[in-house]
């Protein structure tokens, strides 16, 4: 008979740990600052923070108005006015108090929500409505989202086609284009995508941080390797069918992008069962748990991207020396990626996604950001810079035209009645 | 039938009254091979069929010969991927995949049979 | 052994930001390269196939494209061909559209269909056995398009 599983549950979030001085680590000299940040988060000056956040300001500028003046429409022109302001003000916090998660959650909280304003506007606009119909699909109308990638591997190497009824190139969202923005995430972020670039993930992490204690503690571990589990039915399933099985049957974040019309009793089907994946992975259990439930115990491009953190430079680790194994981190990591193995290991899980919240969290600052090959203790402040500008750069870019483009249509809705021209 | 091989040929087994036959590595793939006669697998009713043309047992068993030649090729790298079976995380996974592949092939087996239905 | 991990460990941490600002800054081009060198296309199961001919009439011009019969190895039993209707620039097409196809080369007509304007069914007319039945209608604005469903004749038995 073969073994079976662990129900080792991922652990609940302790009784708060004994107050900071009374800690056998109090001594440990590392600064504590007023905002509570504990001893792994060195708040620097205001000077050295305008510092590092220059060369931010710089790349974003050029980014941002990479036409060489502002746009003459204040509907254009406003919003890209603040959002560049709100970029650079997040980076300056996530460098002044030397914490990473708080920031780079609001940033990317509000980018999802720009991103579904943004997005159905457009698409009722340009179509009429959110569903996606056959014609749209036969002229290669569907923009190309990165959660198809893998099915489409398997097909395109024996068939010299992809799988998916969009545009190889020209258009919104071409399959090359995405494909190549997927390629650079992954060679600089490895996992740290799915907090630092995915539009979904967002959502998951704004309903997560609704409740100030989780209503459900226990889950068991079995279900974090639900994520596999999908990544190779989906595989499988489109390879022999030929068809994108994860986008017709499972994708719950259709409900908020598009759809197809509901015209037989099997799209109907369909349609069920995205809306009650929505309903219940991104928005209740993610409230219930305070944990990004979709991201961690079903998304299975998380789990394609789990894999790409082997190749990537960084990676968060635990001080073993500092860590009084509190169960904090295990207890607020979103997807799951800290347990007592990995603690003990002094790592974490292949799903980390390096969003900084275990990092935030620990109250004896046993957790940072790490380059590989480099020492864990001592280089902390260092690594973090080195992977936040990156990170932030590659989330601020990629997120800043959603944030834009919801802005204007606000200000549409406000100035006309309408959020559609 | 439904269940494992092993626990049908358990039944099976104290059936015929021969409690050790599950563990025994002869008596339990003679059990499992009259049991899929019993369940329908087509090569099976191929071979069965043949018989009843030819009206020769002989076309039949050769037919089962080399069917088995045929797939006795598959199972050359099988003990090689036997090993992973220690790892307890693929197990996980491969039980989960399993079980969403059998949901996906529970529905293309409904939407057969309705579609047959609709054909009476 | 420590340092050169240590160096080499923060190169490719610096390598980092420079792919990403590559990535961002020269997407056109990376896009266009990875395009051309894959030379990666459309599944015909959802771009209709490629044009086997084109048939002009007045006012419009009918293409019809080869079977769609992709597998992911070899080819499938069953499949569709498209027929799409364009207008002549600066025209619309005609009230009523029917065509005669032939879909496997042979020469020799397999389906009529007939489709009229405003309509979500087309009319199927088989004269080959191979001819299932309409799969899909498509109004694609100006063009229409139906896609009919076939048999593979090179997996018939």
Redesign the interface.
């Known amino acids: 008979m073969t073994p079976s599983i662990s129900t080792d549950s991922i652990s609940p979030a302790p009784e708060d740990p004994k107050p900071y001085a009374s800690r056998k680590h109090a001594a440990s000299g590392a600064t504590s600052s007023p905002d509570g940040t504990g001893p792994g988060k060195k708040k620097r000056s205001v000077g050295k923070a305008i510092l590092a956040t220059l060369p931010i300001f710089l790349l974003m500028a050029m980014m941002l108005m990479g036409q060489g003046r502002l746009p003459t429409d204040p509907l254009r022109s406003i919003p890209l006015l603040v959002t560049f302001v709100f970029t650079i003000a997040l980076f300056f916090l996530m460098a002044w108090t030397g914490r990473t998660d708080r920031y780079r959650a609001i940033f990317f909280v509000t980018m999802a929500v720009g991103f579904v304003i943004t997005f159905i506007s457009n698409l009722v606009e340009v179509r009429g409505s959110m569903a996606l119909s056959a014609a749209n699909m036969a002229r290669g109308e569907t923009p190309f989202c990165h959660m198809v990638i893998p099915m489409t591997i398997i097909p395109a190497a024996l068939t010299r086609t992809i799988i998916f009824p969009g545009k190889i190139l020209g258009g919104f969202a071409d399959i090359s284009t995405m494909i190549v923005l997927w390629i650079g995430a992954s060679l600089a972020l490895g996992r740290g995508f799915c907090s630092w670039g995915c539009f979904f993930g967002g959502l998951e992490d704004g309903f997560s941080r609704l409740r100030k204690k989780p209503a459900i503690r226990h889950i068991p571990k079995k279900w974090t390797y639900l994520p596999y589990g999908v990544l190779i039915a989906i595989v499988v399933i489109s390879a022999l069918t030929l068809a994108p099985t994860y986008c017709e049957w499972l994708c719950p974040f259709k409900t908020v992008s598009e759809f197809a019309a509901v015209t037989s009793f099997k799209v109907l089907v369909q349609t069920i069962i995205f809306v009650s994946l929505f309903a219940g992975l991104v928005v209740v259990l993610p409230i219930l748990t305070r944990r990004r439930t979709q991201c961690g115990l079903f998304c299975p491009m998380g789990a394609f991207q789990s894999f790409t953190n082997k190749v990537n430079a960084f990676d968060v680790r635990v001080e073993k020396e500092k860590c009084t194994d509190c169960k904090r981190c295990e207890a607020v990591c979103p997807t799951f990626s800290l347990d007592s193995d990995s603690v003990s290991r002094g790592t974490t899980r292949i799903s980390c996604t390096k969003c900084g919240k275990c990092v935030d969290a620990c109250p004896n600052g046993a957790l940072s950001y790490h380059i590989k090959g480099t020492q864990v203790a001592g280089n902390s402040g260092r690594a973090r810079m080195f992977f936040l500008y990156p990170g932030f750069i590659f989330l601020a870019v990629f997120g800043s035209g959603m944030i834009q483009g919801a802005l204007y249509r606000l200000m549409l809705l406000a100035t006309t009645g309408s959020m559609i021209k | 039938m439904s269940g494992t091989p092993s626990t049908v040929a358990s039944s099976a087994a104290s059936t015929l009254g021969t409690q050790s036959a599950a563990a025994s590595p002869t008596v339990l793939p003679l059990i499992l091979g009259l049991l899929t006669g019993i369940n329908i697998c087509p090569p099976f009713l191929i071979a069965l069929t043949k018989a009843a043309e030819s009206g020769s047992a002989l076309d039949s068993v050769r037919f089962f010969v080399f069917f088995f030649l045929g797939t006795a090729v598959y199972f050359l790298p099988m003990p090689l991927l036997g090993a992973l079976?220690f790892v307890?995380?693929l197990?996980?996974?491969?039980?989960?995949?399993a079980?969403?592949?059998g949901v996906?092939y529970f529905y293309v087996g409904l939407?057969t049979f309705y579609g047959g239905l609709k054909q009476l | 052994m420590r340092k050169l991990k240590s160096i080499l460990g923060y190169a490719w941490a610096l390598t980092a930001l420079p792919i990403i600002l590559a990535t961002f800054i020269g997407m056109n081009v990376w896009a266009k390269g990875f395009a051309g060198l894959t030379g990666l296309e459309i599944s015909p199961w959802y771009s209709g196939g490629k044009s086997a001919y084109v048939v002009s009439h007045e006012g419009y011009t009918t293409t019809v494209n080869e079977p769609v019969f992709q597998g992911l190895v070899g080819e499938t039993k069953k499949g569709f061909v498209q027929v799409k209707w364009t207008p002549a620039e600066g025209a619309s097409l005609p009230d009523e559209l029917s065509e005669a196809i032939d879909f496997d080369g042979d020469g020799a007509p397999d389906f009529s269909v007939r489709l009229c304007a405003g309509a979500d069914k087309a009319e199927l007319e088989a004269t080959n056995q191979l001819v299932v039945g309409v799969r899909e209608v498509l109004d694609l604005g100006k063009e229409r398009a139906v896609r009919v469903n076939v048999l593979n004749p090179k997996r018939r038995q």
């Open positions: 079976r307890r995380t197990q996980t996974v491969g039980r989960l995949a079980g969403i592949i996906y939407v």
